[in-house]
Every structure is written in structure tokens, then in C-alpha cells.
């Protein structure tokens, strides 16, 4: 069974500091993605990473994935209060169908 | 182009009945999944249609069924409702099966009393 883990789960941070979120996963995928959520509200697509070593980059966000370490990283560049939401990473571990398996969220709070 | 979008948006039920939820992909999109998202357990894959057809079943009871329609078109009903099926029920669609980015509706927010 394909399991997804994330840490931190909480994470309170400044303005304008970094930080990373890790997304660690238990069985063999080459297809990772990154969610935002916000309060209330649907998931919104950040970042598909579709092979090993893939890195995308989109504002002060930026995700890479390393299938052999079954790891992949969100790194927070100099964050602003409109990042706060929770941030998932999911899995697709279907093998030709779309069968996400999600980790537990990240909470983040960027505090002025 | 429009998004995925779900009906109703929020449902409040009573224990025992049966609800009927639905979702309309991007257009030209094929590939629906169902997800359900609970503070306890998270998001949780339910079930994958393609080609009206179930390609991918979550760990949910018979309870749970769904089917998609010929224009892409899906639903999925919940029978016997239990309070434990209080959840945002989140429909996803992608063009195709396999190596597609899923985008995901508004969600459906049911509350079962």
C-alpha cells in the first residue's frame, strides 16, 4: 500500500524567511504532484513533477523530486502572508490510471 | 475554458438517506476521479471512470458507487448515509488516464445530521 508522508504538518513562519517542506513516499512513482489549499476551498494545481530529478519553479516556490530517495521538496523562498494555506503533495501510484494518494497537508502560516 | 464543476455545492442529509452527487468535467476531459477529504482521515481517493467506465476503486464500502456518462459527465451516489460521510467530496478531471494533471472541482460540502 502506498503511503505519503509530510513534515512538518505545521509550520509558522516570518515574512521573507525560507523554508522546505518534505514529501516522502513509500513505493516506486514517477508522478508527483503539489496542491494548495485554502480555507474552505478546492485544491489548486502548483507543480506536476513527472520524472526523477525534475525541479519547477513558480514565483517563490519551487519543487523538485527525487524518485529514487522516493522524496520530493517544496521550498519556500522569502515568504509572504499570501502563502498561508495547506500544501499537499500527492502521489500517483496507479499504473496507468490517475490514482492520487495524498499526504497529510502541510499548514503554513507566514506571519507579517 | 471552463473549470470542473460540481452540484450541489453544500447538502445537509439525515442519517439512513442516500444522496446523489455530480460533476462536470473540463470539456474534453475523459478521466474523472471522486476524493473525499475528512478532517480525521485526509483526502482519500474514492473512484476513477474513464470511458464510462470504473477504472480505479478506493477502500470504501458498496455504500460508495458512481458511474460517468457518455459526454464525460460523472456521479457518484452514497446510500445509507452515516454521520462519518460528512466530507467535501472533491471531483477531479484530466484529459486522459496515466500522466495527466488532475484539476479539481469546488467541491461538494455534505453534512449528514
Known amino acids: 500500500e502506498l503511503k505519503v508522508e509530510q513534515n512538518p504538518l505545521f509550520l509558522s513562519m516570518q515574512e521573507g524567511k525560507n523554508y522546505t517542506i518534505y514529501c516522502n513516499y513509500s513505493?516506486?512513482?514517477?508522478?508527483l504532484y503539489w496542491y494548495r489549499q485554502d480555507p474552505g476551498k478546492s485544491l489548486e494545481s502548483l507543480f506536476v513533477?513527472?520524472?526523477?530529478?525534475a525541479v519547477k519553479q513558480e514565483g517563490r516556490l519551487m519543487a523538485s523530486l527525487d524518485t529514487k530517495a522516493r522524496l520530493s521538496t517544496l521550498h519556500i523562498t522569502a515568504a509572504v502572508h499570501d502563502l498561508s494555506a495547506t500544501y499537499f503533495c500527492?502521489?500517483?501510484?496507479?499504473?496507468?490510471?490517475?490514482?492520487?494518494?495524498f499526504g497529510e497537508g502541510t499548514q503554513l502560516t507566514v506571519n507579517p | 475554458k471552463a473549470g470542473v464543476t460540481q452540484t450541489p455545492r453544500y447538502l445537509i442529509k439525515t442519517r439512513g438517506q442516500q444522496v446523489t452527487l455530480s460533476c462536470s468535467p473540463i470539456?474534453?476531459?475523459?478521466?474523472v476521479s471522486w476524493y473525499q477529504q475528512t478532517p480525521g482521515q485526509g483526502l482519500q481517493f474514492l473512484f476513477e471512470?474513464?470511458?464510462?467506465?470504473?477504472?480505479n476503486k478506493g477502500n470504501f464500502p458498496g455504500r460508495f458507487s458512481g458511474r460517468q456518462f457518455s459526454n464525460s459527465r460523472s456521479e457518484m451516489n452514497v446510500s445509507t448515509l452515516e454521520l462519518g460521510d460528512s466530507a467535501l467530496y472533491l471531483c477531479?478531471?484530466?484529459?486522459?488516464?496515466?500522466?495527466?494533471?488532475?484539476?479539481f472541482g469546488p467541491g461538494t460540502r455534505l453534512t449528514v445530521t
Open positions: 477531479a478531471s484530466s484529459l486522459a488516464r496515466g500522466r495527466y494533471e488532475q484539476y
Open positions: 513505493t516506486t512513482s514517477d508522478r
Open positions: 513533477l513527472l520524472s526523477n530529478g
Open positions: 500527492a502521489v500517483d501510484g496507479g499504473t496507468s490510471g490517475s490514482r492520487l494518494t
Open positions: 470539456s474534453g476531459h475523459r478521466s
Open positions: 471512470y474513464f470511458s464510462e467506465t470504473q477504472r
